[in-house]
């Protein structure tokens, strides 16, 4: 170990932190905001108040610098577009009128305007807006958000480094504009970009900003020639000019590869680089450019993304390795901790055995301070440290509560045959067709009603116990009768029971599943003001009784029409989960794929004739990095195939999809061999559709027509309108009509219209196809 006679000072910092606080404050007060009941000067209040306690937490654990800029009311893609002023045409308007209103217009969209389309942060489940250029962008600096959050921190006695996403990544994330062509590539603006990220840069140096981080995680993908020189001359103009703070390029969730050495190379002052994720590769490729010699090297050596303790003694040895290679190495999570619930010393309810294995946001600083305060004064420094972490790691490996013996013997004994349907799809669509009897254009949803405060009221006082569990089922039956009742009336042909009894569609299962653990205040940020509390993976994976047979039957005997059952799939309750780290992840998911066959089969022989298992996740899983790519299809279409395989003919499987990049992974999405998929497209303008037909995917599909994410209502003639361009694509008899995603998060009053609406277009457009007379 290195004393400290031989190195500078090792600093800790971390990239960003969660925005929502403890009890979740943000997001009550920007839904308060949203309903009229929070001004906005009391909205901005409770945002510098998170602030404020957020800084101290990170001073108080050891951290050096403080994130600023980081904290946004919705999401810090959209932020840098108001900060370059890229704001589409149709919310200027909005925008300039009242700045925040706007804000929020352009996330969610009002009854008249649509707002800009949502898709996944490179491979996690937060979800940022699209910004929207054409070849005619302006672009325009306005830093007000970030100064402002400099001079709050410098007021309260901290020292702030800024953090703004990169021109190379804001550029390579963005997408032409409606009505541009879709081959303009945004990466030609950045010669206009640039000057606005000079202004930007000197209004944070004269705030007082020492050091800016600029994010630059599409540099750790597949890049082109010409996308590498771009980031060569960004930061060739950045890095001389003379009126800005110290620039810090930072990367995650992949190695640099091929832009290490353009980065290394630039005038920046520091560099950023993930040392959790291909470590090895990162080592080497350091050392193959001859280090990083007047640069400062911060070191993401704790997972930002997962919460299982850091190994504090490896972490030390790759830290050490690093001292030689750069001219200051300071230490950082791989991410920002955005990703990561805050604090795990709230988590009262989790297994004795396990919560010592377990770091939140709170617990990953602590540990960043005592790897930077071991580097710089010796091992001997933080010996207490060191003996805890040391036995907390040899108990959990050492633990009987993640290995069982018999669902490992099973996931051994699986065959190939298992995760083959019996029949080839042309046969079983004939029998799925003659058993539905469905029109053309078949009506759907995707598989949750709102979920009202009624609703969560009955689920408080059942955990409070302020009702038994009798009174509580009573709610639950009331609603699926009235969600059944609505759906007939609508006219929708294949219903859906609701589920008022899932307070999340990965933790209701993971609820339900040995080796899951849950928490009660894990709370991270999806998107907006959308949180979710992500289960732990913990052990080994089985069910031991059926999960959803009782309520879909129910819901089955109040209706003539179909009822899906509704599960979600191995891949996503891997990617919504925090994940084991001590063995593969195919490994897991096929011991999840086998629970969730035999909860499958049990719906099928309790008389479910549609079941859908639902695989958001599997585009957002997909490896940054195409070598890896093909491994992780093949184990994650089978995961699936082994969930569904287990049918007859006659039952037809559908899966969803939302929110991400689908043509990437339509030869995957075929491989499923699901009988039927619906996906969202309304945001994106039936760009689904056109993929899907470019592959010949020979299935049924539900691009969907309405927009789940935006309160507003389409009209019969939006509708219908993007049905016609899905129709354009995909024959009549193999194009279903449903929304994007599931009702959770909407309220019962645009809902109802809104699905009226949407069966009203199908009835049209079903009628125009009936009589072309082609």
Not at 120 to 142: G, M, Q, S
Not at 192 to 207: E, F, G, I, K, N
Request: with cysteine; charged share 25%.
């Amino acid at each position: 170990m290195t004393s400290k006679s031989a190195v500078a000072a090792t600093r800790a910092t971390v990239y960003g932190y969660p925005r929502q606080g403890q009890g979740r404050e943000l997001k009550k007060a920007v839904e308060g905001y949203w309903k009229g009941r929070v001004s906005a000067d009391a909205l901005h209040r409770t945002a510098a108040d998170l602030r404020r306690t957020h800084w101290q937490q990170l001073v108080d654990a050891g951290i050096h610098e403080v994130p600023t800029g980081d904290f946004s009311y919705y999401d810090h893609v959209l932020d840098t577009s108001v900060m370059v002023g890229a704001v589409p045409e149709r919310h200027r308007t909005a925008v300039a009128a009242h700045r925040l209103d706007g804000y929020f217009a352009m996330a969610r969209g009002t009854q008249d305007v649509a707002p800009l389309e949502m898709t996944k942060w490179f491979d996690t489940n937060y979800h940022y807006l699209v910004p929207e250029l054409a070849p005619d962008t302006v672009f325009t600096a306005d830093s007000s958000h970030q100064v402002t959050q400099v001079q709050e921190a410098l007021t309260l006695g901290h020292r702030p480094r800024p953090v703004l996403v990169g021109p190379v990544t804001y550029l390579l994330l963005a997408k032409a504009a409606p009505g541009v062509a879709q081959d303009f590539d945004p990466l030609t603006l950045l010669e206009q970009l640039l000057p606005v990220y000079a202004d930007v840069l000197a209004d944070l140096r004269a705030a007082g900003a020492a050091w800016v981080q600029l994010d630059e995680p599409a540099l750790v993908q597949d890049r082109t020639g010409d996308e590498l020189s771009a980031a060569a001359r960004a930061y060739q103009v950045l890095g001389t000019l003379t009126d800005r703070p110290k620039l810090l390029v930072a990367s995650y969730f992949d190695r640099l590869g091929e832009a290490l050495p353009v980065l290394a190379k630039s005038p920046v002052e520091g560099l950023a680089i993930d040392f959790t994720e291909s470590a090895a590769e990162n080592l080497r490729d350091i050392a193959a450019v001859g280090g990083l010699s007047g640069k400062r090297l911060v070191a993401g050596v704790v997972n930002g993304r997962n919460v299982w303790i850091n190994d504090l003694e490896k972490s030390l040895a790759t830290l050490g390795t690093l001292l030689g290679l750069a001219d200051h190495v300071d230490v950082a999570a791989s991410c920002s901790l955005l990703h990561v619930p805050l604090d795990a010393a709230a988590e009262q309810e989790i297994d004795p055995r396990i919560a010592p294995w377990l770091a939140f946001a709170r617990q990953k600083t602590n540990e960043l301070a005592t790897l930077a305060w071991g580097l710089t004064e010796g091992t001997e420094a933080i010996a207490v440290e060191l003996s805890a972490n040391r036995e907390a790691l040899r108990a959990r490996a050492a633990s009987t509560v993640a290995r069982n013996p018999t669902v490992r013997a099973r996931t051994a004994a699986v065959t190939d045959t298992d995760s083959r349907r019996t029949r080839p799809y042309a046969e079983r669509t004939v029998a799925q067709r003659e058993l539905l009897g469905l029109p053309l254009l078949p009506t759907t949803t995707i598989g949750s009603f709102p979920q009202t405060n009624e609703l969560r009221t009955a689920r408080a006082d059942l955990r409070a116990g302020r009702i038994d569990v009798d009174g509580y089922e009573e709610r639950i039956r009331r609603e699926i009768h009235e969600v059944i009742g609505f759906q007939e009336r609508a006219g929708i042909d294949v219903l859906v029971h609701g589920e008022p009894e899932r307070n999340d569609m990965v933790q209701f299962f993971a609820e339900h599943l040995t080796g899951y653990v849950a928490t009660q205040h894990g709370w991270v940020q999806s998107y907006g003001t959308r949180y979710v509390r992500p289960p732990i993976l913990a052990g080994d994976v089985s069910r031991d009784e059926p999960m959803t047979v009782r309520w879909t039957a129910y819901a089955q005997s109040l209706t003539e029409r179909p009822v899906k059952g509704m599960l979600t799939g191995p891949v996503t309750m891997l990617a919504w989960s925090f994940v084991r780290d001590d063995q593969p992840l195919q490994e897991t998911a096929r011991q999840v794929a086998l629970a969730l066959r035999d909860e499958v089969q049990d719906l099928e022989a309790a008389g479910t004739s549609v079941i859908q298992v639902d695989e958001p996740a599997l585009r957002e899983t997909l490896p940054l990095r195409s070598a890896r790519r093909p491994d992780y299809l093949d184990w994650a279409t089978e995961a699936f195939r082994l969930t569904t395989s287990g049918v007859r003919s006659r039952t037809q499987i559908h899966t969803h999809m939302c929110y991400a990049e689908f043509g990437d992974i339509v030869e995957a999405i075929d491989a499923l061999d699901a009988d039927v998929i619906s996906l969202e497209a309304a945001r994106s303008h039936m760009q689904v559709a056109t993929e899907l037909a470019a592959h010949g995917y020979p299935r049924e599909a539900g691009p969907g027509v309405y927009d789940i994410h935006s309160p507003r209502v389409p009209s019969v003639d939006e509708a219908a309108a993007l049905l016609r361009k899905g129709l354009a694509a995909l024959a009549p008899e193999r194009l279903w009509v449903n929304p994007d995603c599931g009702l959770k998060t909407r309220g019962w009053p645009e809902t109802r219209v809104s699905l009226e609406n949407l069966v009203e277009a199908a009835r049209r457009v079903r009628a125009e196809v009936s009589t072309d007379p082609s």
